[in-house]
């Protein structure tokens, strides 16, 4: 006869994963004088803002930045301004207003998906990070979602126009991070880079953390990675809770960012917006 699990021992690996992420959050605002967090309303972003308030305490000590493209779901602004309210947030909101008044966009049929990620998207951040003056900025990515993720590092220097050299990247071993990068440097520092996609969940149903409801099976549909509308699509789905996603995780073979629109544009195109600024 197998042992009966207990709940907290299901859950037992998620407290180391939340003791790394809480050290890294903290070497950052110690190590960092203007340090932003990169919001994309996203699951791993709202699980990186819930480690945050648990690191500090409850409180957020630092301003969160959306870029907004304007072509999000309505319900992933809506979602984003009741929590802005409801946890009194400091947001920065960026936007790259003269592409869109212009007209270059996907949407619009003058770009590609790839070169509207790049005005929008991109342009945007770069602009917003410049305005503000930050010189780190917290990014909820994860070494498992994508290729290109998994050559990151935990404190990752940018160099001019926060341009990413993935071949040249500073070591990390056993615990030890780089973090004096001198004062003109700009550097992303990912919190939870160690972290899985069934990890985030787990600790969202553990946390109680709450989520864009797009996340949930609507008609047998729903979205598994939050994008613009125009490029991003849903999967099969009934998992109408965070226990079955958990469940429907365990036994899937699709990729995570198999509904991103974007990365399928050509073999190399996710890896050239991350090493033009792309988060």
Sequence with gaps: MSP????SDRYAPLDALESQSIYILREAF????????LWSIGKDSCALLHLVRKAFFGRVPFPLVHVDTSFKPPEMIEFRDRLVREWNLDL???RNQAALDAGETFPSGRLTRVECCAKLKTDALQATLAQHHFNAVIVGIRRDEEGTRAKERYFSPRGGNFTWNFKDQPPEFWGQFQTDFGT???VRVHPILHWTELNIWEYIERENIPV???YFSKNGRRHRSLGCAPCTGTVESTASTVAEIIEELRHTKLSERSTR?????????FEKLRAAGYM
């Design 30 to 37: 110690h190590h960092f004088e203007r340090l932003g967090f």
């Design 92 to 94: 920065r909101v960026g």
């Design 212 to 214: 864009v409801d797009l």
């Design 184 to 186: 003109d440097a700009h």
């Design 261 to 269: 629109a974007q990365d399928g544009e050509s073999e190399d195109a």
């Design 4 to 7: 009966v699990t207990k709940p």
